[in-house]
Nanobody, 118 residues
């Protein structure tokens, strides 16, 4: 089974930055897109940013201009550079990969906690 592993979360002050990383436990074939989602306590999981295999990005309005999603040089890696962090960014951030290899698939990471203090 493929597992996505996130890292880079932590506690930062408002206005600070964090860089989240995500890597697959093994190679993933025919990835269409990877992305980041987040879930704050008592809230529904929401999309933060996605990037397609062609490099097309999409961002939630709440993070536009502050967050940047990118793919790494290593296979099946994705990053989320988070700048100008706000307390409302506090959440568990989850990495996602979707595609199709013989059959469609969607993989999720275990999540990494991001806490932004005011």
């Amino acid at each position: 089974q493929v597992q996505l592993v996130e890292s880079g979360g932590g506690l930062v002050q408002a206005g600070g930055s964090l860089r989240l990383s995500c890597a697959a436990s093994r190679s993933i074939f025919n990835v269409n897109a990877m992305g980041w989602y987040r879930q704050a306590p008592g809230k529904q999981r929401e999309l933060v940013a996605t990037i397609t295999s062609g490099g097309i990005t999409n961002y939630a309005d709440s993070v536009k201009g502050r967050f940047t999603i990118s793919r790494g040089n290593a296979k099946n890696t994705v990053y989320l550079q988070m700048n100008s962090l706000k307390p409302e960014d506090t959440a568990v951030y989850y990495c996602n990969a979707e595609g199709s290899y013989s059959r469609p698939y969607i993989y999720w990471g275990q999540g990494t906690q991001v806490t932004v203090s005011s």
